[in-house]
């Protein structure tokens, strides 16, 4: 979908941006370009809608020179996420969304089914529609920009550090949600960041750049983890790169064991009876509270008014990471297994666990 081709970039000031750039963007995928500042990642990206024109090469999307379309035709049909979304803020939610639509000439009938589709889409209230930026918070506000890269539904979707202004926690439901839409919409998207993580938990490609604009390897995260193409890499991967590798494989593997359980409307003197050790306190629609011993349990009463060690529960989909630190988490070493609707299903040891990571980095690891 995207080429470079012996693609160069230097400013008037002298400075190298890109460096002898060759590099294929498959289509579908989501490719994340990563490296420290001024290694030319943001400049690869503009690139590709012209908001900066190469010095030298080609550079190709779909098959052709982007110098030979007209720059403001190529953004049209190429979507764009900057950080803290860029939304005008004179103009609602709905009007933000609805500005390439209105600019193609749709009529108002296909704009407003279009914003109202997109609403759903990522997950935001079709009453927001009527808001104005100011009056969302900045993971609304980054929602809203992604509806509106997607408005015209381009093939190519660029973004550009998207999440990066927004809290932990926020940023994490973005990726997230970033991943289920391209789940459903199987768009070209190169994705922008210095974080790694972020990289490895997006990408199906990850390319990396070190300052001076060099590329210095363009590969999957399982390789690019397993197989560092030098010492730079290596050091920007970081020392837990083996641990890493655990966040692209999934829970799927690992056998469920049974658990005993009790509930919150359970009475504690019934609940003393369940066991001699740590039992699993679960709502009365078995959804997971925590651990509980039973030598430290109340007086009396029913176990609603029990303190547990808190035990998030984990799908088949969640990764062997995330898994492992859930049985560090835990009082007795077990991960709390769930099905799609939330209930438990059993439990999965450290042991069963690190068993499955063995097999995978086995996997992997092997040139």
């Not at 604009?213 to 590969?219: K, N, P, R, T």
């Not at 176990?303 to 560090?328: F, N, R």
Request: net charge negative.
């Amino acid at each position: 979908m995207i080429s470079f081709e012996a693609v160069n970039k230097k400013f008037a000031d002298g400075t190298t941006a890109v460096r002898e750039l060759d590099m294929e963007i498959p289509e579908g995928q989501l490719t994340v370009l990563v490296g420290s500042s001024g290694c030319g990642k943001t400049t690869t990206l503009r690139m590709i809608n012209r908001m900066i024109d190469a010095t030298s090469g080609q550079v190709r999307v779909d098959g052709r020179d982007v110098r030979d379309v007209n720059a403001s035709t190529l953004r049209r049909n190429i979507g764009y996420v900057i950080q803290q979304s860029g939304l005008f803020p004179h103009r609602t939610v709905a009007d933000n969304i609805a500005t390439v639509p209105r600019l193609l000439g749709w009529d108002r009938k296909r704009v407003r089914d279009r914003v109202v589709e997109l609403l759903d889409t990522v997950g935001l209230a079709r009453d927001l529609g009527g808001k104005y930026p100011h009056q969302l918070s900045g993971g609304q506000q980054q929602r809203v920009g992604v509806a509106r890269a997607l408005a015209a539904d381009p093939p190519v979707l660029l973004m550009d550090e998207p999440f990066g202004a927004v809290d932990p926690v926020v940023r994490t439901l973005l990726q997230d949600e970033l991943l289920r839409l391209q789940d459903e919409l199987h768009k070209t998207i190169v994705f922008v960041t210095h974080d790694i993580d972020e990289a490895v938990k997006l990408g199906d490609r990850i390319a990396i750049f070190k300052t001076g604009g060099h590329l210095v390897q363009f590969s999957t995260p399982a390789e690019l983890l397993a197989h560092p193409a030098d010492d730079f890499v290596a050091d920007f991967l970081g020392s837990e790169r083996g641990l890493k590798l655990l966040s692209l494989t999934s829970l799927a593997d690992v056998p469920v064991e049974p658990v005993t359980t009790v509930t919150v409307s359970t009475p504690v003197a019934e609940a003393r009876r369940a066991g001699d050790g740590w039992v699993l306190l679960v709502t009365d629609d078995h959804r997971p509270r925590g651990w509980l011993h039973v030598d430290h349990l109340p007086a009396d009463g029913v176990l609603a008014d029990a303190e547990p060690i808190v035990a998030a529960g984990l799908t088949a989909s969640a990764s062997l990471l995330t898994a492992l630190d859930a049985t560090v988490s835990s009082p007795v070493g077990l991960a709390v297994r769930v099905d799609d609707d939330g209930r438990v299903v059993g439990v999965s040891s450290h042991q069963r666990i690190n068993e499955r990571a063995a097999r995978f980095r086995a996997q992997v690891l092997v040139p």
